[in-house]
């Protein structure tokens, strides 16, 4: 699937696009295997959103689809680059939120990441921002196909 900027959008529209409405907020991961366990005990995958301080993207996705998701019971966290904050891994082995974004090889912000058993992933990456009108279908695609590999 492109990416928002496969789509040449000029950025000068980001900023309007972004900014509507308060910023929503997402529970910091703490400890991988007990949020998994939660995602998995509803049938879910667990959504990890990978974010940065200050990214527009990252405060649209939260905003319109994600906090929207989380407060009607699915189980997503947030891990934040470049952020020191200590987290369990998927092993119970001590890590910190940017250490775990390296491990997964994530270099755009937002990635939505998908989590199974076993802390594997279950769906295709969500990566970078898509336009607003189709992020959610991308997002509902990606849940289906995690659906049906638990």
């Known amino acids: 699937m492109t990416g928002f900027y496969g789509w040449g959008v000029s950025l000068a529209?980001?900023?309007v696009w972004a900014q509507?409405?308060?910023?929503?907020?997402l529970p910091a991961a703490q400890s991988l295997p007990d949020e998994?366990?939660?995602?998995?005990?509803?049938?879910?995958?667990?959504?990890?959103?990978?974010?940065?301080?200050?990214?527009?993207?990252?405060?649209?996705?939260?905003?319109?689809?994600?906090?929207?998701?989380?407060?009607?019971?699915?189980?997503?966290?947030?891990v934040d680059m470049r952020n020191?904050?200590?987290?369990?891994?998927f092993l119970g082995k001590l890590t910190t939120h940017d250490q775990l974004t390296r491990q997964w090889k994530v270099s755009i912000t937002p990635?939505?990441?998908f989590f199974g058993p076993g802390g594997k992933e279950v769906a295709?990456?969500?990566e970078g921002a898509y336009l607003p009108d189709f992020y959610g279908p991308y997002l509902d695609e990606r849940m289906a196909q995690g659906r049906k590999a638990l």
């Open 20 to 25: 509507s409405g308060r910023d929503a907020t």
């Open 36 to 78: 998994l366990a939660r995602a998995l005990k509803n049938k879910q995958p667990l959504i990890v959103m990978v974010s940065l301080d200050g990214c527009v993207f990252c405060r649209q996705a939260r905003q319109s689809h994600l906090s929207p998701m989380a407060r009607a019971g699915t189980t997503i966290v947030q």
């Open 111 to 113: 990635t939505l990441l």
């Open 124 to 126: 295709e990456r969500m």
């Open 84 to 89: 020191n904050q200590p987290v369990l891994d």
């Open 13 to 15: 529209a980001i900023p």
